[in-house]
Nanobody, 124 residues
């Protein structure tokens, strides 16, 4: 069982930045591929970004490249999502997810464990 806890969401204005944090429990955290997804009301869960266990490789949704940055600190069992130049359409519940096998894709089914999510609301 892998427990994931997200934090860092909030209410911000257009153009602001936020950094989301996901802390994982488990001694093998550094072997997990980690992803961030988001879900807006009435919409399907959407891939945001992912990073391999060692942090060497990252993967982003094309529409978010250049504004969002994923990183991780395995010494702290933590994954971050830096979000810059936020827009109202970024409003969603943001989830982090763990792929125990280490793979990273844009498909939710790749990830076995999920956090509860942290809400990001961007006002215009």
């Amino acid at each position: 069982q892998v427990q994931l806890v997200e934090s860092g969401g909030g209410l911000v204005q257009t153009g602001d930045s936020l950094r989301l944090t996901c802390v994982g429990a488990g001694r093998t955290f550094s072997s997990y591929g980690m992803g961030w997804f988001r879900q807006a009301p009435g919409k399907e869960r959407e891939f945001v970004a992912a990073v391999t266990g060692g942090g060497a490789r990252t993967y982003y949704a094309d529409s978010l490249k250049g504004r969002f940055t994923i990183s991780r600190d395995n010494a702290k069992n933590t994954v971050y999502l830096q979000m810059d130049t936020l827009k109202p359409e970024d409003t969603a519940l943001y989830y982090c997810a763990a792929s125990v096998g280490g793979g990273i894709t844009n498909y939710p089914s790749t990830y076995e464990y999920w956090g509860q999510g942290t809400q990001v609301t961007v006002s215009s």
